[in-house]
């Protein structure tokens, strides 16, 4: 059974930077994409970064790009999220997500979820 747990979750000061983790188990990932996912209160779930487990293709949305990197220990079977240069708009529970072959940023089509780790962000 696939489980999903993230963690590395807290409070920062805009501008800081915090890297969450998600660790991965239950099977092996070549061939899936792994994704982070985030949802503020009042707000849809929002797709952030994914990348692609055996390629390392990656995407990101465009208002966290050149201050997020996602990336991947095959060995630990982690998903890592670093984020820099935090702003307020970032605040929100961040989820990861695994699903089958390629990148997608419709949430709908991802099979597994981890709990989600709370990220706040003070101004």
């Known amino acids: 059974q696939v489980q999903l747990v993230e963690s590395g979750g807290g409070l920062v000061q805009a501008g800081g930077s915090l890297r969450l983790s998600c660790a991965a188990s239950?099977?092996?990932?070549?061939?899936?994409?792994m994704g982070w996912f985030r949802q503020a209160p009042g707000k849809e779930r929002e797709f952030v970064a994914a990348i692609r487990w055996s390629y390392l293709t990656t995407d990101y949305v465009h208002s966290v790009k050149g201050r997020f990197t996602i990336s991947r220990d095959n060995a630990k079977n982690t998903l890592y999220l670093q984020m820099n240069n935090l702003k307020p708009e970032d605040a929100a529970v961040y989820y990861c997500?695994?699903?089958?072959?390629?990148?997608?940023?419709?949430?709908?089509?991802?099979?597994?979820w981890g709990q989600g780790t709370q990220v706040t962000v003070s101004s």
């Open positions: 997500a695994a699903k089958f072959g390629g990148i997608n940023w419709d949430a709908q089509v991802y099979d597994y």
């Open positions: 239950g099977r092996t990932f070549s061939g899936y994409t």
